[in-house]
């Protein structure tokens, strides 16, 4: 199995690199250097070139990572390569399945369209993805080699949107959040590195909470809010300041 990464910025060496598939060949290809060299750097094994025709020559699967308005000129560059492969994955945002079927000119390959989020540079993303196309046998290929990205979770296209604003967007917000905390744990006389480190590794144990036990979150609120304790009066003085109100305003907002 010959797979090609076109692009080699965040999204593709982050993919790259955490390509599982014990017998795939993995050739990527960026116009600069040094970009190729990091990732040769954590897995030598992989071919690279400045040439995106040398990676995708006979490729089964292409993951396409450029930004999209780079992406018309790599399809017509890569126009051949494209129809003969088995699987087209692109990570460009709002270019959906149709509109790259159609940029192609084909429907013979299966189409994945794919919105992750930074965390796949640590195995712990959130990718959003739907198809076209793609069989159920394809379909395991592709999510079983991108399972070393972190988490995937198929969905329409209609969804995508949504899923992007939680998710890729979300990543942004949930910083936010723990930059805006750490300064409240400052204020009462943290050192801001532990604040940082103290709210990221909450925001963990909450992640985990939730996944372990398949609660809702309000019921871990429960846990912690005793009546007339400190935690219900600093839930109260954030909702009074807005709280869910401007998360769900912002990612209402998060729409292309
Ligand atoms: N970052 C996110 O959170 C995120 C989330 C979801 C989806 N995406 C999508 O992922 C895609 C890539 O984003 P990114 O953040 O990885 O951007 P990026 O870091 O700028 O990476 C884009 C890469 O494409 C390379 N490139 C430019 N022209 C090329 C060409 N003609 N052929 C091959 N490679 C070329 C660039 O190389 P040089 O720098 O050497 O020119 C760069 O390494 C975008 O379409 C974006 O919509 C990103």
Wanted: charged share 20%.
């Amino acid at each position: 199995m010959k797979t090609a990464v076109i692009g080699a910025g965040n999204m593709g060496s982050a993919i790259a690199v955490a390509l599982r598939n014990a017998d795939t060949d993995i050739r990527v290809s960026n116009p600069s250097q040094p970009k190729l060299d990091r990732i040769r750097s954590h897995r030598p094994g992989i071919h690279t070139t400045n040439s995106n025709r040398e990676a995708a020559d006979g490729a089964d699967i292409i993951i396409l990572a450029v930004k999209p308005w780079v992406m018309p000129a790599v399809i017509e560059e890569l126009r051949d390569e494209l129809q003969n492969a088995r699987a087209i994955v692109s990570v460009a945002a709002g270019i959906e399945p149709a509109d790259l079927a159609g940029l192609v000119g084909s429907d013979k390959p299966a189409y994945f369209y794919l919105i992750p989020n930074t965390a796949v540079a640590v195995g712990e993303g959130m990718t959003f993805y739907c198809t076209q196309g793609a069989d159920e046998k394809i379909e395991k290929i592709i999510t079983d080699m991108l399972s070393g990205t972190g988490k995937l979770i198929h969905v329409t296209p209609r969804e995508m949107t949504a899923g992007m604003a939680v998710a890729s967007c979300g990543m942004a917000y949930a910083m936010r959040y723990i930059r805006a905390a750490a300064q409240g744990g400052v204020e009462l006389g943290l050192r801001p590195s532990t604040a940082t480190a103290a709210v990221a590794q909450t925001l963990r144990g909450a992640a985990a909470l939730l996944e372990s036990r398949g609660s809702h979150p309000e019921e871990e609120i429960d846990r912690v809010t005793t009546p007339g304790g400190v935690t219900i009066k600093g839930l109260n003085a954030m909702e009074a300041a807005g709280f869910s109100a401007a998360v769900v305003a912002g990612i209402k907002a998060s729409r292309p």
